[in-house]
């Protein structure tokens, strides 16, 4: 079956500090993956997505890489801020006929310190 | 423009009571979902319906959860009867046409807790 692997949190960086949480997935044909952004208190929100082999989404300072050959889409970001601070879902979606389902990894928990 | 609006925002209630959790998804949507999130078990799709239809009920525990979208712009996830293990955080979502090349859009979610 599908399945989204994320690494474990919390992470915990400075400000200005280099993000990346890896995530790795599991599924048959060409998913679509995503990320999305839940912050304290409020519902998911989409981030970035990328529909294709080495598709790149971006928004918001974030990038990630739709890599088929490792089976990766990792979420990386220059310099983060404390208002970054929030939990990081990746998901993925197969183009299976009219079925409309996405897979969601465990998430993980980012916080920003000044 | 409105979002995903979910209510209650929170709910306590004891063990054996009928819980219902009401949706009004984006005007033009024609995808909505129920998803329960929990610390153990993470997010969790419940059920999803297309125009109005269940597509894929097959994340419903167990009998003593339905839902129902009697129209395009209200649904309706019920416990009945509730347990404390029902304790989680559960969201609606909407979104036009599949998610597979969209966006899901999720309402703020409504905290139960079963005492």
């Known amino acids: 079956g599908n399945s989204v692997t994320q690494m474990e949190g919390p992470v915990t960086l400075s400000e200005e500090a280099f993000l990346t949480i890896n995530c790795t997935y599991t599924a048959t044909g060409y998913p679509s993956l995503f990320w999305y952004v839940q912050y304290p208190g409020e519902g998911l929100q989409l981030l970035l997505k990328a529909t294709k082999a080495d598709d790149k989404g971006s928004n918001k300072g974030f990038e990630a890489t739709y890599r088929k050959e490792t089976t990766s889409f990792h979420l990386e970001k220059g310099s983060v801020q404390v208002s970054d601070s929030a939990v990081y879902f990746c998901a993925l979606s197969r183009n299976t006929g009219t079925a409309s389902k996405l897979t969601f990894g465990t998430g993980t928990r980012l916080q920003v310190t000044l | 423009d409105a979002g995903v609006i979910q209510s209650p925002r929170h709910e306590v209630t004891e063990m054996g009571q009928e819980v219902t959790l009401r949706c009004k998804p984006i005007?033009?949507?024609?995808?909505l979902f129920w998803y329960r999130q929990t610390m153990m078990r993470g997010l969790e799709l419940l059920i999803y319906?297309?125009?109005?239809?269940?597509?894929?009920d097959s994340g419903m525990p167990e009998d003593r959860f339905s839902a129902k979208m009697p129209n395009a712009s209200f649904s309706t996830l019920k416990i009945q009867p509730s347990e404390p293990r029902d304790s989680a955080v559960y969201f609606c979502?909407?979104?036009?046409?599949?998610?597979?090349?969209?966006?899901?859009?999720f309402g703020e979610g409504s905290r139960l807790t079963v005492l």
């Open positions: 319906f297309n125009n109005n239809v269940p597509i894929d």
């Open positions: 979502a909407s979104s036009f046409g599949r998610v597979y090349t969209g966006e899901l859009f």
């Open positions: 005007s033009g949507h024609d995808y």
